[in-house]
């Protein structure tokens, strides 16, 4: 990211239909700014966008006030807010951890407790649900990335880690993330 460009946070959801990016995307671009980082997915009959735009101050003003009108004729309802480059407090170590079990309810939960209880960020997450292959079991499928303090004693961490998951029946990797 660049020092000069202020930054907007900007989260939409609405029916999906074709031509929601295209239109959401040509508007950003229009008024002068660039897309950072997003995440646009589909849920359900819901499309949903989480996304990072940066620019000059007077362009996201811009988008800014053309944001409702956007979402009245996209039929979407979005919320923005201003934001700032993101500080690091210490060095970490990105790792992907991936999960996958059978589906019930409190596996994100107990995730993320883990995670908070040995003071690591979740810096992103999505989850799926499939069905088993042969059987048609409902299964459940976690990916994220946390970020690990690099003062953390990994191979302690990932012991704890899969003990954890030992004990609640999922199934684990813990790597270094490759990105």
Known sequence: MQASN???????????????????????????????????????????????????????????????????????????????????????????????????????HKLARFFAGHGINIEELSTDTYPAPHTGTRMFSVHMEVGVPASTHIPTLRADFFDYCDDLNLDATFEPSRS
């Open 6 to 108: 202020d930054y907007l946070v900007i989260t939409a959801a609405g029916d999906d239909k074709v031509g929601l990016v295209e239109a959401f995307s040509a508007k950003i671009t229009e008024t002068g700014c660039n897309i950072e980082d997003s995440r646009m997915t589909v849920l359900g009959g819901q499309f949903a966008i989480l996304m990072l735009v940066s620019g000059p101050w007077n362009a996201l003003s811009k988008l800014e006030s053309q944001l409702d009108g956007l979402g009245r004729q996209l039929g979407l309802t979005i919320t923005h807010k201003r934001t700032r480059e993101r500080e690091r407090r210490q060095p970490t170590l990105p790792y992907h951890v991936e999960v996958v079990a059978l589906d019930h309810p409190g596996i994100v």
